[in-house]
């Protein structure tokens, strides 16, 4: 297994989170990680991305700072802190990496994928 998220649960809406990813990967460094997520019904969209470079792109709720992404690439770990949980963030959130410089919010552009772990809030 190259990626294992865990840290998924059940919540009340207005808790937090914080999901880990741990990667196995040779040259972790050099790979743009991202966290995607998917609900029942529907298609999977980007949560956020970090490139190796170190920009990083959140894509849910972006101007509202709930959803922060951060990597140790010395424990090759990739987080993703989520505050202010809202019902509608329920599904179940992906790690994922591609070995290249720069984000993409297309999920077929990432290779390497992890099991997903469940993030279920309550109302």
């Known amino acids: 297994v190259q990626l294992q998220a865990s840290g998924g649960g059940l919540m009340q809406a207005g808790g937090s989170l914080r999901l880990s990813c741990a990667a196995s990967l040779h040259f972790y460094g050099r790979y743009t990680m991202a966290w995607f997520r998917q609900a029942p019904g529907k298609e999977r969209e980007p949560v956020a991305v970090?490139?190796?470079?170190?920009?990083?792109?959140v894509y849910v709720d972006s101007e509202k700072g709930r959803f922060t992404i951060s990597r140790d690439n010395s424990r090759k770990m990739f987080y993703l802190q989520m505050n202010n949980l809202k019902s509608e963030d329920t599904a179940v959130y992906y790690c994922a990496a591609r070995y290249a410089d720069g984000g993409s919010r297309d999920y077929r552009d990432y290779t390497v994928w992890g099991q997903g772990t469940q993030v279920t809030v309550s109302s």
């Open positions: 970090k490139s190796w470079r170190g920009p990083t792109t």
